[in-house]
């Protein structure tokens, strides 16, 4: 969601199967990717699974993040994300207390 909303002319379906010539799709389905791994502990191999992706693919994701996240532009739009991210998964908690 965190990442939907910075990108907020892309669907949730072009971010999780981008069109090919959408490079701006491709971010930030590599973004997502990203903030599912670091900020939110899921193992590379369980995400590889549900994406039906290689876990070279899942690696070259995380790889171009880390190499923009150098950007202080970037990594404040990320950090953002990230945020939006944990608020809506722990809105997702409170709603199941």
Same mark, same amino acid.
């Given at each position: 969601?965190?990442?939907?909303?910075?990108?907020?002319?892309?669907?949730? +379906?072009?971010?999780? #199967?981008?069109? &090919? +010539?959408?490079?701006?799709? *491709?971010? *930030?389905?590599?973004? *997502?990717?990203?903030?599912?791994?670091?900020?939110?502990?899921?193992?590379?191999?369980?995400?590889?699974?549900?994406? #039906?992706?290689? &876990?070279?693919?899942?690696?070259?994701?995380?790889?171009?993040? !880390? +190499? &923009?996240?150098?950007? !202080?532009?970037?990594? !404040?739009?990320? +950090?953002?994300?990230?945020?939006?991210?944990?608020?809506?998964?722990?809105?997702?908690?409170?709603?199941?207390?």
């Amino acid at each position: 969601e965190g990442v939907q909303e910075q990108m907020a002319h892309l669907t949730v +379906e072009q971010i999780c #199967e981008p069109p &090919r +010539e959408w490079l701006d799709a *491709a971010l *930030a389905r590599q973004i *997502a990717i990203h903030l599912t791994v670091n900020r939110f502990a899921v193992e590379k191999r369980r995400i590889a699974i549900e994406l #039906e992706r290689s &876990r070279e693919a899942i690696n070259r994701a995380l790889r171009t993040v !880390d +190499e &923009r996240l150098a950007h !202080d532009a970037f990594a !404040d739009r990320y +950090e953002a994300m990230a945020e939006r991210a944990q608020a809506a998964l722990d809105g997702d908690k409170g709603d199941e207390e």
